[in-house]
């Protein structure tokens, strides 16, 4: 694993988002792997890991405000315009004509956006626990959630949290929830720790209408080969919903992941051999 970074320019100056990547730089497939809405690009170790040892260069960003990426000066630029623009720098950056795209939650949005654009470099897309309809419910869950400003006396006691808030993620050994545990934290100020994001992030989540998201016509235009994970539990792509993303836009192959909802979280083997497998195929 390598750590860079890339230089992104908003309104009010520039930023650095930060990128691991993994494999051989000149590999022929490039694979980019793009984290949720508070997640960062190390949740996908193990996944970029066992892609990268089948010969891919797989490179997993940290979406500016999260992980090791700066934070932007004006909560209100976190949204996907920004993303889109960042991704679009980062794109450049690994210099190649085509790439394919993992996403999970905001990822999977931020993938499926950059599909539906004219002369897209998205060779193939994998779509993880979201889709072009999502319900008013699961949002106000996840506001909820942002709204609780957290920290931690130590890592026990940030593990314990992230055990029952992303239960959802699945059947994870211990040395995953460590590992999880371990790069979702920062240290706080006086001390213990905090998670590794921006709490801007949910102020500017916050000035949003909660309504339900209608994405419908971003689907439809997409036309490249399209993977949907689902997690058999999920409230925030319902299987109404992931039926029909199998029958229109790009007819995405579909397959729902018991034992999970939101979101299935890539790191059990299975999981892992599946999506190298069609990514492959």
Not at 14 to 37: D, K, N, S
Not at 55 to 80: E, F, H, I, K
Not at 105 to 121: E, K, T
Request: aromatic share 8%; hydrophobic share 40%.
């Amino acid at each position: 694993m390598r750590a860079h970074h890339v230089r992104c320019l908003s309104g009010t100056g520039f930023y650095r988002m930060a990128y691991t990547e993994w494999g051989p730089p000149g590999a022929e497939r490039t694979i980019v792997c793009a984290h949720g809405l508070t997640r960062n690009g190390r949740d996908f170790d193990d996944l970029a890991g066992s892609l990268a040892a089948a010969g891919a260069r797989v490179v997993c960003p940290d979406v500016v405000g999260r992980g090791r990426s700066d934070w932007l000066a004006d909560p209100a630029g976190y949204g996907y315009p920004r993303y889109m623009s960042d991704m679009a720098v980062l794109l450049g950056r690994l210099d190649r004509e085509r790439v394919d795209w993992i996403g999970t939650s905001m990822g999977g949005l931020l993938g499926m956006m950059l599909a539906a654009q004219a002369n897209s470099p998205i060779r193939r897309l994998v779509v993880n626990d979201v889709g072009p309809f999502i319900p008013k419910a699961a949002l106000e869950r996840i506001a909820a959630y942002l709204e609780t400003r957290r920290r931690f006396a130590d890592l026990a006691e940030a593990e314990a949290h992230y055990r029952r808030v992303y239960e959802p993620f699945g059947d994870l050994s211990d040395a995953q929830w460590r590992h999880l545990t371990e790069t979702s934290v920062r240290p706080a100020e006086g001390g213990g720790l905090t998670p590794l994001y921006d709490p801007g992030i949910a102020q500017a989540f916050a000035a949003r209408p909660r309504e339900d998201v209608d994405l419908w016509p971003v689907w439809d235009a997409i036309g490249c080969p399209t993977l949907v994970l689902r997690g058999a539990d999920s409230d925030l792509l319902l299987a109404d919903t992931a039926a029909e993303m199998g029958q229109r836009g790009p007819r995405a192959e579909v397959v729902e992941i018991p034992g999970c909802g939101h979101a299935p979280a890539l790191m059990d083997e299975g999981q892992i051999d599946a999506v190298g497998a069609w990514l492959a195929g």
